[in-house]
């Protein structure tokens, strides 16, 4: 029996000790990292929403929704509704992906990186949309909805995404990119737990 730790603690223990600066990294270049999923999100509201969608204002890591719908303001006039989404909500998705890069060794690791980089901001963006799309839909419904017209159905598909976008697409995309872009590791560490079987 080997006393050297399998390949695959190794290859957590590597994870676990290169998510903290990876994670410094990323914060530390979060404002440019953020910029293609807010342009995507941006861009598909305006194509989707046209008639009360006006754009977005992008703060830092702070992206808000500027629309034409009309709410309640606690001086007694009408303001525009402009809901808001703390984009590192929806991005943290980069340094769990290069981290498992950097664990596992890979070789081509800048290309892969950039590859994954470009993958993961249609579904950043999905989540920035979605998030939107709640506040509108759910919290502000009862004076958005005259102007919105959101059936049930998508009220529940709205629901839906943004609860797949939130909770499930940020962490589950990196590790499909990873398995995919990252194969010969993956066949290494299957040959290792056969071996030992």
């Known amino acids: 029996m080997s006393l ?3 390949p695959i603690i190794c290859f957590f223990l590597r994870a676990l000790v290169l998510l903290g600066p990876v994670l410094a990294l990323w914060y ?3 404002e440019l ?3 293609p999923a807010a342009w995507l999100a941006e861009k598909a509201m305006g194509a989707f929403f046209s008639d009360w969608v ?3 204002e992008l703060t830092g890591v702070s992206q808000t929704l500027l629309t034409s719908l009309q709410v309640p303001h606690a001086s007694g006039r009408l303001a525009e509704l ?3 989404v703390h984009l590192l909500t929806c991005c943290y998705g980069l340094p769990l992906l290069i981290t498992l890069l950097l664990a596992a060794r890979c070789r081509g ?6 590859l994954g980089f470009m993958a993961l901001v249609p579904f950043q963006a999905w989540s920035v949309c979605l998030s939107w799309l709640v506040a509108i839909a759910f919290h502000a419904r009862e004076v958005t909805q005259a102007t919105t017209k959101f059936s049930m159905l998508q009220l529940n598909l709205i629901g839906l995404g943004y609860q797949v976008g939130t909770l499930l ?3 589950l995309i990196p590790v499909l990119l990873w398995l995919r872009l990252d194969r010969p590791f993956i066949a290494t560490l299957m ?5 030992k079987a």
Do not use: C
């Open 54 to 56: 006006r754009g977005s």
């Open 4 to 6: 050297l730790p399998s």
């Open 82 to 84: 402009t809901p808001e």
């Open 191 to 195: 040959d290792a737990q056969l071996d």
């Open 28 to 30: 530390w270049l979060r």
């Open 33 to 35: 990292l953020v910029r």
């Open 169 to 171: 697409l940020p962490t």
């Open 109 to 114: 690791f800048w290309w892969k990186v950039l």
